[in-house]
């Protein structure tokens, strides 16, 4: 179990999920629940995947490279780098093969709603990585129209380095909710990448990228962003409830059973806690996201608790 929820002093509702922590050896140092439960990575793999655009030949900025490892909210500056990054391929937001949406944000959907848009593809919060991907295709010489397929070799690549990184088999692969592959493994698989993350030179543009910039490669208004600006280091998000985090050689991954990314970010939270991976300062100020509050009448009456388990 990760978390508990509390309302005026009665736990409500109990979380249930997995916790990992491993070193880049592939040693486990720490387990909660069932680590070796297969899962699918989904979003929690971007900044790989924005590793292989760069060795394809991605010219990318250390910005464009935090929103190609985005799960993006869609606010303007995020939506400035992905037009960026597909204007250095000749291309607009109609070559990109997500499917048109709105912005993850409900801050940024309201903008765009209240200026009279519509759904786009460049609104998708996997935008950045399609982006990144066409530029990649497009710098070396790939077909443009297929880069989302399991067979196209810019996948075929992404394949190849989860395998290498995770110690784990990485396919048959599903289909993640923007089209591309999504690969699988468990959450100790994926703590273990993490780790090598935070270490390999392969990974240092994006390690860098990602850690000086959190809030482009996910979310100042969410936990996970939050969580980012103090933790300066590897950290990525995944959809239904799935975070991996690396740094100093140590990886951590936290899948919530439900979904639920507040039940993640409280899991890694603690977890974080527990093994000194947080200043005094980091922790004291993210205690809506270790401890988020449960509302009665618009003001707090309780919080979702961790119980690590």
């Known amino acids: 179990m990760l978390a508990r929820t509390v309302r005026s002093g009665l736990t409500e509702a109990f979380h249930d999920g997995t916790a990992c922590v491993a070193d880049a050896e592939g040693a486990v140092l720490q387990a909660w629940g069932d680590t070796t439960r297969p899962i699918f990575y989904r979003s929690a793999i971007k900044p790989f995947q924005a590793t292989i655009a760069l060795e394809l030949g991605a010219e990318l900025e250390p910005e464009e490279i935090a929103v190609a490892s985005a799960s993006h909210g869609g606010h303007p500056i995020h939506l400035a780098y992905v037009t960026q990054i597909l204007a250095k391929a000749n291309l607009d937001d109609e070559a990109l093969r997500c499917p048109r949406d709105w912005p993850m944000s409900r801050a940024a959907r309201d903008r765009v709603v209240r200026a009279g848009d519509q759904p786009r593809r460049l609104f998708h919060n996997c935008s950045g990585k399609h982006a990144a991907s066409l530029l990649a295709a497009r710098a070396a010489g790939l077909p443009l129209d297929s880069y989302e397929s399991p067979e196209h070799p810019i996948q075929q690549r992404v394949v190849d380095l989860i395998r290498e990184v995770s110690g784990a088999e990485p396919t048959p692969v ?47 208004l969410r936990p996970d962003g939050a969580f980012g600006a103090w933790w300066s280091a ?3 998000i995944g959809a239904m409830g799935l975070v991996g985090a690396g740094n100093r050689g140590v990886g951590v991954a936290v899948k919530s059973w439900e979904g639920s990314l507040d039940v993640a970010m409280v899991g890694l939270m603690e977890v974080a806690n527990r093994r000194n991976m947080l200043s005094e300062a980091g922790t004291s100020d993210l205690g809506h996201v270790a401890r988020p509050p449960v509302l009665g009448g618009g003001v707090a009456v309780g919080a979702m608790v961790p119980d690590l388990r």
């Open 234 to 236: 590897a950290l990525k």
């Open 174 to 220: 599903g289909v993640d909710g923007c089209g591309f592959p999504t690969l699988r493994g468990t959450t100790e698989s994926l703590a273990i990448a993490f780790a090598r993350f935070s270490t390999d030179d392969r990974f240092a543009r994006v390690r860098d990228a990602i850690s000086r910039f959190p809030s482009l490669s996910g979310d100042a």
